[in-house]
């Protein structure tokens, strides 16, 4: 009925007149709420903002209940990139697509890890690389990873361009020619663990991740992809500019 752990706050809705509902996500307890006392206040916005990292302890009565929070600040990740509007749109896609997509209470270290990394790299220059990254590794956590490590048709592992929607396999070249006006494009910084993309294939990332997470996480319970995160995708799909025609 109570617990203390670090946690990185995924959002923060009023309640009444000064609490706030504030959802975390823990390495230890997942994805999980509770009533913030004084959360809408000025003292206690500034800790709640979306990605900062704070520790929590968490009380109820009984476990099923939503429960109190206290929250003391640990690492302010949100001011680290308050005057950079498209790393804090990544900020905020991210945490909107955790908060989303996790079901609740259900531990999920590695989408901790992976959340906390990310954050980190905000403040470095490949942010925009990682970010894509990490969409890949969540949809692998939550049971729809794609599979880029060798063609669906030929089986070779030489050539990788294309993504198919319908199985979530990488093409190669030759064999997704005749198809490839409905084959999803693959960037090749995806291959390569440590590439980063330039702009265009940034672009092409997020429309990859972005469709198998809407596909698979939220069209299979009536959502679509969050708000934060279409942003995010027409913030970075004009920095890619005009694409070229075939």
């Not at 302890?57 to 206290?70: Q, S």
């Not at 969540?138 to 294309?162: H, I, K, P």
């Not at 299979?220 to 942003?231: E, N, Q, S, V």
Request: hydrophobic share 40%; net charge neutral; proline share 6%.
């Amino acid at each position: 009925m109570d617990w203390t752990h670090d946690g990185i706050v995924l959002s923060a809705r009023k309640h009444g007149e000064t609490s706030a509902i504030v959802t975390l996500l823990t390495r230890q307890k997942g994805r999980h709420a509770g009533l913030v006392r004084g959360g809408a206040g000025r003292r206690q916005r500034g800790v709640l903002q979306p990605g900062n990292l704070v520790h929590a302890h968490w009380r109820a009565r009984l476990p099923e209940h939503l429960g109190t929070l206290t929250c003391e600040l640990a690492h302010a990740h949100a001011a680290e990139i308050l005057h950079d509007a498209p790393r804090l749109a990544a900020l905020s896609a991210a945490c909107a697509v955790t908060d989303a997509a996790l079901p609740e209470r259900e531990a999920h270290p590695a989408v901790f890890d992976g959340l906390a990394a990310l954050l980190d790299a905000l403040v470095g220059g490949s942010w925009p690389s990682v970010y894509v990254k990490w969409e890949l590794g969540m949809l692998g956590e939550l049971g729809f990873g794609l599979d880029l490590s060798r063609c669906a048709a030929t089986g070779s592992n030489d050539d990788l361009v294309y993504v198919s929607p319908k199985t979530g396999r990488a093409v190669s070249a030759s064999a997704g020619e005749p198809y490839k006006d409905v084959l999803l494009p693959l960037p090749p910084f995806l291959l390569d663990e440590g590439m980063e993309g330039g702009a265009a294939e940034i672009s092409d990332g997020l429309g990859l991740t972005g469709y198998f997470l809407e596909r698979h996480v939220f069209a299979a319970h009536g959502k679509a992809l969050p708000a934060a995160r279409r942003r995010l995708t027409d913030r970075l799909g004009a920095d890619a500019g005009p694409r070229p025609g075939p």
